[in-house]
């Protein structure tokens, strides 16, 4: 074999040749089934009927296509129940059957919250990401070492707050003023206010990039884009235009010996392989492994399936 073959032969495998990138793991279903405060306890004719705390809620649901099993006075009985008239989040209101409370005290795990009914339909706790919770917990605590995590769009802060209590130093990043104060309020009520979380009200994109300019870095990183939203200054956040710089400039973020990298994508006319990939792409040249799926919620004594959102998420340690 002549000199230039061998060269022309290296050439072609280094073309070929797979890039490193993490090891990959897909479709994986995260289920969460509820706790004391939370339960999906029926579902279907596109809506839900959920328990948080102390009221029974009833909420425009469109990928429950099914019957629902329970009976329909058992619906009509519900303490609140959102009657959305189109199509967005925010054409509808709130029909009180009992008068309700402007907050209402929830836990999670030990960690106290409010729940507040919303003119968008939430109520200030996204119950499927409770999965994401133990998961990132498990990691901080296992790390054994001071950790630095990033929460990007963390609204009410039950991520920051549990990332917190296993031992992070949190920075917390969201546009709205009244999410950043629930969040406050929550670290009151979770009854650890000494704890080491920074609430910015600040537009994501912004926020990281003045992260990378200024050379810091953290070794978690959590985001839950909205489809579609806005920062402080009116600027426009659009998912499909905008996650793929925010997922590398994410990954330029993290620090050398990095723990772990959670996206999360709720209403989005996407497949997760979409976040898979995209995932994948923004952390080539690492190890660890990258897994994806759908985040769902089990009805209340092992009952039917809800899909809620997309995820991907990154642990270094494969
Ligand atoms: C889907 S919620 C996040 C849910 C939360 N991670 C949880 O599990 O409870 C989206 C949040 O993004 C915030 N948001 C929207 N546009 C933003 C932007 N440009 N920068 C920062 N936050 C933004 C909203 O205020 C909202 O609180």
Not at 250 to 276: E, K
């Amino acid at each position: 074999m002549t000199a230039s073959t061998t060269q022309r032969n290296d050439l072609a495998s280094a073309a070929t040749r797979p890039a490193r990138r993490p090891r990959m793991q897909a479709p994986v279903m995260l289920e969460t089934e509820g706790w004391a405060d939370y339960a999906l306890l029926d579902s279907g004719h596109g809506r839900k009927l959920e328990r948080y705390g102390r009221y029974r809620v009833v909420r425009p649901e469109e990928q429950a296509l099914w019957t629902p099993r329970m009976d329909a006075s058992v619906w009509d009985a519900a303490d609140a129940t959102f009657v959305g008239i189109g199509d967005e989040e925010t054409d509808g209101r709130w029909r009180m059957k009992t008068p309700v409370g402007d907050t209402w005290p929830m836990r999670y795990d030990d960690i106290g919250f409010l729940g507040r009914f919303t003119a968008f339909r939430h109520v200030g706790v996204f119950p499927e990401q409770a999965t994401h919770w133990q998961w990132l917990a498990e990691r901080i605590a296992a790390a054994n070492r001071p950790t630095k995590v990033l929460n990007l769009f963390g609204y009410t802060g039950l991520a920051s707050l549990v990332a917190a209590r296993a031992g992070a130093e949190v920075v917390h990043i969201d546009a709205s003023k009244k999410a950043i104060g629930w969040a406050r309020e929550n670290q009151v009520e979770a009854g650890l206010p000494d704890l080491p979380i920074r609430w910015i009200c600040e537009d994501a994109v912004k926020f990281v990039a003045r992260e990378e300019r200024r050379g810091n870095r953290y070794d978690g990183i959590i985001l839950d884009p909205p489809k579609f939203g806005r920062g402080p200054k009116g600027e426009v956040w659009d998912i499909f235009a905008a996650l793929p710089d925010m997922l590398r400039a994410c990954a330029g973020l993290l620090t050398d010996n990095p723990s772990f990298l959670i996206l999360t994508a709720y209403s989005i006319r996407s497949s997760f392989l979409s976040m898979h990939e995209l995932t994948a792409e923004a952390l080539a040249g690492r190890d660890g492994v990258v897994e994806s799926g759908e985040l769902v919620i089990r009805e209340e004594g092992g009952g039917r399936a809800l899909s809620t959102s997309l995820f991907s998420r990154w642990s270094a340690d494969g």
